[in-house]
């Protein structure tokens, strides 16, 4: 079993940036692949970055709109992992949400685990 806690979303201005934290529990954190999703409102969730579990390799992927502005990362000594957004858009609105999967390609389309979500608005 494995419990996601999010933080660090809250209120920046377009073209501001946030780093978002999510702390998991398990002895078994590097084994996991990790990513993050958001939803806007009347939207349906949607796939934004993922990174890949310990290995000899480190992979990462992004949703089309977020490459260049976006970057995931992970410090398994800290069971943490990491979502740095950089220029914000109004767009970027939504509660974004931390999920794992002992696969990465399971990750990305139905992540077995997800965390409570914290919110990240930017204005205009």
């Known amino acids: 079993q494995v419990q996601l806690v999010e933080s660090g979303g809250g209120l920046v201005q377009a073209g501001g940036s946030l780093r978002l934290s999510c702390a998991a529990s398990g002895r078994t954190f590097s084994s996991y692949a990790m990513g993050w999703f958001r939803q806007a409102p009347g939207k349906e969730r949607e796939f934004v970055a993922a990174?890949?579990?310990?290995?000899?390799?480190?992979?990462?992927y992004y949703a089309n709109s977020m490459k260049g502005r976006f970057t995931i990362s992970r410090d398994s000594a800290k069971n943490t992992v990491y979502l740095q957004m950089n220029s914000l858009k109004p767009e970027d609105t939504a509660v974004y949400y931390c999920a794992a999967d002992m696969s990465f390609a399971q990750l990305r389309a139905a992540p077995a685990y997800w965390g409570q979500g914290t919110q990240v608005t930017v204005s205009s």
């Open positions: 990174i890949s579990g310990s290995g000899t390799v480190t992979y990462t």
